[in-house]
Structure formats: structure tokens, C-alpha cells
Nanobody
Framework: QVQLVESGGGLVQAGGSLRLSCAAP????????MGWYRQAPGKQRELVAT???????NYADSAKGRFTISRDNANKKVYLQMNTLKPEDTAVYYC?????????WGQGTQVTVSS
């Protein structure tokens, strides 16, 4: 089992910024894909962005140009810098990693964007 620890959510006004962080255990295993998903009330969980160990990124259309995903491979951390936030970005954001083909999820961090 891989436990992920997320931080950085909160309440922000529209147009503001937040940075989410997620840390995986540093013990000896490698992580291929890391990323973020989100789930708004009454909606399905959806991809926000992912990044591979080699640095290749993938973004949802809603995140392109506003969000930036990055990772620290040595410390097994992944970050999501969110700029120009909109009320429709309000959701619980979940950290996601793939280890040896298995998927693991964080507990989620709430992001609320007020208009």
C-alpha cells in the first residue's frame, strides 16, 4: 500500500492561485505516472493532469494554459500550480500515482473558488 499525503487546498477568489502538493513514501520503489484528478459535487472524477517519470505531461483541456504539473523524482513529490482559478474549478482534488502498474490515490484536498 502506498499512502499519499496531499496539501495546499483551500478557499480562493476567482482569478487567484493555489499550489497543491502530494508526497509519496520515499522508501525504495519507483513511481511511473503521478498526477491529479478532481471530483466536483454530483460529477464523476476527472483527469486534471499527469506527469511521467521522464517529465512528459498530459493536461485536461480545462487545465491547459492555467495549471502546471511538476514533480520531484528524488523526493517522490508531485505538484499542481493552479493559476487564474475559476468557480468551476471547485472540487476535491486527488493525488494519483502508479507503482508497478497499481494505482494509488490520496485522500483528497478541497479546492473552493468563490466568484
Amino acid at each position: 500500500q502506498v499512502q499519499l499525503v496531499e496539501s495546499g487546498g483551500g478557499l480562493v477568489q476567482a482569478g487567484g492561485s493555489l499550489r497543491l502538493s502530494c508526497a509519496a513514501p520515499r522508501s525504495g520503489f519507483s513511481i511511473n505516472t503521478m498526477g491529479w484528478y478532481r471530483q466536483a459535487p454530483g460529477k464523476q472524477r476527472e483527469l486534471v493532469a499527469t506527469i511521467t517519470s521522464g517529465g512528459s505531461t498530459n493536461y485536461a483541456d480545462s487545465a491547459k494554459g492555467r495549471f502546471t504539473i511538476s514533480r520531484d523524482n528524488a523526493n517522490k513529490k508531485v505538484y499542481l500550480q493552479m493559476n487564474t482559478l475559476k468557480p468551476e474549478d471547485t472540487a476535491v482534488y486527488y493525488c494519483y500515482v502508479v507503482v508497478f502498474g497499481n494505482e494509488y490515490w490520496g485522500q483528497g484536498t478541497q479546492v473552493t473558488v468563490s466568484s
